[in-house]
């Protein structure tokens, strides 16, 4: 069955650095999310992608995260200057379908640390 | 704004009872509700979810789900708990604006399901 990856699993930095997230969706999927999970806390939503544009962000979603579609497969979200509030659990998203109501399947998520 | 709320932090059951997580929602339109299931250090596996249709809704690992419009809820069910179905459960629905095929997902705190040998 196909899945959604996404590396690095763990990835401690220093506050400050910048960070990108890889995550290869599932490859016949048209919309790409990034949602993040504070350690004991809910999952929220991020951003939204498609057709290589945002379609929705989130407050939480300010000037220093950025997300791309590189190549035809990966899909990164970019921290470009991380603060310790930014530790968390970052999952990435992907569904296939145009009427808003099929699943999404989400990747195993990456461990983000800042130090 | 969409929300669902999940009342319990934790429920307990032992194994070969039934079980049910609780889950009820605030929406304005039509509800598209959703259940993730998180294991350990993994991602969130989908279960089922409800469109529209009968309001007893099959999912994966003999999870089923009631919706229920009058009482806003869409608990989760099972008519006999495995040890393996522990983890943490989340309830969803849909928050996004029109007939589009954007769809942020608002998730409840999650509930914790624990079930005894």
């Known amino acids: 069955e196909p899945e959604v990856t996404q590396t690095p699993s763990h990835q401690v930095t220093q506050m400050g650095q910048e960070v990108i997230l890889r995550c290869v969706p599932i490859?016949?999927?048209?919309?790409f999310y990034w949602y993040r999970q504070i350690l004991g806390q809910k999952v929220e939503f991020l951003v939204s992608?498609?057709?290589?544009?945002?379609?929705?962000k989130s407050e939480i979603f300010d000037d220093q995260f950025s997300v791309e579609r590189p190549d035809g497969s990966n899909f990164t979200l970019k921290i470009r200057s991380t603060k310790l509030e930014d530790s968390a659990m970052y999952f990435c998203?992907?569904?296939?379908?145009?009427?808003?109501?099929?699943?999404?399947?989400f990747g195993p998520g990456t461990r983000l640390t800042v130090t | 704004a969409q929300s669902v709320a999940q009342p319990e932090d934790q429920v307990n059951v032992a194994e070969g009872n039934p079980l049910t997580v609780k889950c009820t929602y605030s929406?304005?339109?039509?509800?598209?509700l959703f259940w993730y299931v998180q294991y350990p250090n993994r991602g969130l596996q989908f279960l089922l979810k409800y469109i529209t249709g009968d309001n007893l809704v099959k999912g994966s690992y003999g999870f089923e789900a009631e919706f229920n419009k009058s009482q806003t809820s869409f608990h989760l069910k099972k008519p006999s708990a495995l040890v393996s179905d522990s983890a943490l459960y989340f309830c969803?629905?849909?928050?996004?604006?029109?007939?589009?095929?954007?769809?942020?997902?608002?998730f409840g705190t999650g509930t914790r399901l624990l079930v005894s040998p």
């Open positions: 992608f498609y057709n290589n544009e945002i379609s929705e």
């Open positions: 929406v304005s339109g039509n509800p598209y």
């Open positions: 998203a992907s569904q296939w379908g145009l009427a808003g109501v099929d699943e999404q399947y």
């Open positions: 490859s016949n999927h048209l919309y």
């Open positions: 969803a629905v849909r928050d996004s604006v029109g007939n589009t095929g954007f769809q942020k997902l608002v």
